[in-house]
């Protein structure tokens, strides 16, 4: 007879691969719809605070759509695209292309947002009772980079195409080179960022653009686990030192010339809206505000308007402008005083913590080849060192001059049609103080941390010889050394072994120890157990005296 097992067929549940790979959205469709949100939302931003301001504003020049215009063409500008303003008084239209820099990163911010979303066709929940069976591991994106970052950028030039247009039929009208440059340059650079980061930035793609550089250079600039490399590393250090000492360079002066600044700002508008709005650009002109700063330390300065230069050797007198508060920060006309000479202290300390930075990654070894788990490297040699410290400087400078090129721009024609810091003075002044301060800081440095551990080895080695003989000679009472009720010296030996009748107390209690250290100096055979066997004997002669 024939028996028949009934069995249940568990149906088993699609993999949460196959189930995020079925619920998503195509992942072309979710790059274009997340690079048109982000265009969108950043638009949306500019035009909710524009309409605020213009809400508030008591006397507004327009209806509702040329704030809307004007938003638009804020947000070209912060891109970097230059604007033509036509409502001028001469009626020439006049450029106007100083962009506020802290407006880039809410773009920049949402593409990578974007794009780092759109690699990760989002997850199916798959709630069949698996999960708890298995542990989550973490899977790789699921879209392709090249489908995300083109997805992202053509959804993001979809959204501002339009805007551009639009903008066009207000008073402040995008320049079309300009737009046509700076607007995808943007959309590219941050929607590669943001699928690089969803892929665990790799360090392949870095590799290939780094490719063009000597093989010698490229692990100064990235390492080979991908991280950023010694020279990088000091290149963002020097870069944060001197924004950070041009912002308190501007800070102080704004705080020296605190009436003026006040003043200026009552003086400009009236109302709360107004001061209001004039804050905000303020506030947006803060990281520009850092970059001039820096440029003034630095040297070459900044210029208010073509030929008006203002350095802390000079400042030539500028043309008239308006009372900005920032302005009030500008140094008076004539030569520099010893106070504004004091701010070529902000590059000295940038060299300084360059060289530090190379020298720490130099000389990793001497430092860190001891620590328990730690890997032994190479020591750099000194001109390994120095190469690293020019390529620091060179890097630092690249980007001082980059940052000094989009932080200036005209505001208007003729005379105002250059505001800023001139990049390649920059550069230079930036090469010429690093290389000069941050070279021979590196290698001396180095060669500080490389003589130090061996500087302290002899001193080791005695303080163990030291503690080994205190370990020996522990047993031996020493003189003034107090042992039990009273001072035991030469005299108050004698006396007590006279009042307790004789040595024999005091060489019993001794004779244990003697025989152990007798026992010792047999086992080691030594001369150091000779010494001590001469030294008990000694001893006796010395108690029982």
Known sequence: ????????????????????????????VGGLMGGALAAGLGLASFAVLVMLLWISSPYPDSGPGGALHVAAA??????GAELVRTDTL????????????????????????????????????????????????????????????????LGYLAVAAPAALYAAGGVLRPSWVWTAGWVPLVAVVAAAAGVWSAYGRPGRPLRRLLGVLPGAVRPLVLGPDGRPGVAARAAAAGVVVLLGGGALLVTVSLLGHGAATQASLLRLTEGWSGRFAVLLLCVALVPNAAVWGAA???????????????????????????PFPLLAAVPEVGEGAPVHWAAGAVPVVAAVVMGWTVAKGAAAAERGGTRPGSTRAEVWTAGRTARAAALAAVLCAAVLAGLAALSGGPIGSA??????????????????????????????????RCRSPRAEEPKIGTQREDTVEGAHGAARP???????????????????????????????TRGDGRARGDRGAEATGGSRGAGRAEGDKDAGGFWSA
């Not at 049609?417 to 290389?435: D, E, I, K, Y």
Request: hydrophobic content about 50%.
């Open 478 to 508: 020493r003189k003034g050394a107090r042992l039990g009720r009273g001072w035991f010296t030469r005299t108050g030996v004698a006396g007590i072994a006279g009042v307790a009748g004789g040595t024999g107390a005091v060489d019993g």
């Open 90 to 153: 001469s009626g020439v239209p006049a450029p106007l292309g100083l962009p506020p820099l802290l407006l880039l990163t809410l773009p920049v911010w949402l593409l990578h947002r974007a794009a780092r979303d759109a690699t990760d066709g989002g997850g199916g929940d798959a709630d069949d009772g698996f999960e708890d069976d298995f542990e989550a591991v973490a899977s790789p994106p699921l879209v392709s980079p090249r489908i995300a970052w083109t997805g992202v950028v």
């Open 1 to 28: 007879m024939a028996v028949v097992i009934e069995m249940t067929a568990r149906r088993r549940s699609p993999s949460p691969l196959s189930a995020r790979m079925r619920d998503r959205s195509p992942g072309l």
């Open 415 to 448: 005379v105002l049609s250059r505001f800023g810091p001139v990049w390649w003075q920059v550069a230079v002044a930036t090469l010429a103080w690093l290389g000069l301060l941050a070279i021979p800081t590196a290698v001396g440095v180095r060669a500080w």
């Open 74 to 79: 804020l947000w070209l500008l912060a891109h």
């Open 296 to 322: 003034y330390a630095l040297g070459p300065g900044f210029a208010l308007g073509a030929g008006h230069a203002v350095g802390p050797l000079s400042s030539a007198p500028a043309p008239f402008l308006p």
